[in-house]
């Protein structure tokens, strides 16, 4: 295999948002052997400069060329050039509708990674499971944007009743409610499945983003399961996690394209001559496997430090609990 040609841009939306994005999008190219990485970024409100924890990350991960632009106007610089910016050959990030938008119209010209709607999880939980855990767990994704998708799939009815009120409650103290309570009334939904075979059924056909599983025997729901981003297995293995520490890529397909697009690695960043044998490959889901509560103190100190600089709160109560 050889490094893809030219060049590969990191899109990196929401100044400041996730730090841990940059190293997602960085990381694997590098690994790849791309042989020129640019990274475009917004700059801080009322600046003229980007993110001072954005420039260290992209500093660590090797990008030395970046540029101060965001949202539709830097898929256009990356993909026709400018006279300060020569164009790529491949731009991988999230952003906005816009940025959707923008990469969706230039594709052909330039390679992209997909295209990617709003962020979103899906939870497959019995009767056995916290509703307040689950509460804090929702709304971590919620607290994302408004656009947010957290969606909850159980087969106890009274599990389900007690989640709804349990998110009520975290709301009415949670700092970024603003956000959180606009995605939860808006895309929030807690589904009732008569069994575990419907739950299933619910979860490929929506091939969420992120996908856990909160259930007393996982084991028997996993064969079942085919089409999804990220896999997180375990009461305690929280999707919060793959944003920023469990090593997974949090770069997924969104709104139910995980039936059909391979995730972000470094495989997907090199050339490969045709081979009959690629022929016989499937997709490639990451799975994270079960995280024991003992667990969660090798990954707290990372997590407490990348939320320092980052907006989101209800990662940190779940942490808590």
């Not at 469990?246 to 995980?258: C, E, F, K, Q, V």
Request: glycine share 8%; aromatic share 4%.
């Amino acid at each position: 295999m050889a490094p893809a040609p030219a060049g590969l841009s990191c899109r990196v939306s929401r100044a400041g948002r996730l730090r841990s994005t940059v190293l997602m999008l960085a990381i694997p190219a590098a690994v790849a052997g791309v042989p020129r990485l640019c990274a475009a970024s917004p700059v801080m409100k009322g600046t003229d400069r980007i993110h001072p924890a954005v420039l260290c990350a992209l500093d660590l991960a090797g990008v030395r060329e970046i540029y101060a632009v965001g949202g539709a106007q830097a898929v256009a610089a990356f993909t026709w050039g400018t006279e300060s910016i020569s164009p790529v050959s491949l731009i991988v990030g999230p952003g906005n509708r816009y940025v959707t938008e923008a990469k969706r119209q230039c594709y052909g010209r330039v390679g992209i990674d997909f295209i990617a709607g709003p962020s979103e999880v899906l939870i497959v939980a019995d009767g056995e499971a916290d509703p307040s855990k689950l509460a804090a767990d929702l709304l971590a994704q919620a607290e994302h944007d408004v656009n947010a998708r957290s969606i909850l799939v159980t087969t106890s009815e009274c599990l389900g009743k007690e989640v709804t009120e349990e998110v009520e409650r975290q709301l009415a103290r949670l700092s970024t409610s603003a956000v959180a309570r606009v995605s939860w009334e808006n895309n929030g939904e807690i589904l009732l499945a008569d069994s575990p075979e419907e739950a299933c059924r619910i979860a490929n056909e929506r091939a969420p983003e992120h996908l856990e599983l909160d259930l007393a025997e996982p084991g028997d729901w996993i064969p079942r399961l085919r089409n999804y981003g990220s896999l997180f297995i375990g009461e305690w293995s929280a999707e919060v996690f793959g944003d920023y520490v469990s090593g997974t890529n949090h770069t997924l397909p969104t709104m139910g394209a995980a039936r059909l697009i391979l995730l972000l690695r470094g495989h997907r960043l090199r050339r490969r001559p045709v081979d009959a044998q690629l022929l016989r490959g499937g997709a490639f889901p990451v799975s994270v496997r079960d995280s024991p509560r003992k667990g969660l103190g090798l990954v707290d100190p990372v997590l407490d430090l990348l939320h320092r600089t980052t907006t989101g709160e209800a990662v940190r109560l779940f942490c808590r609990r």
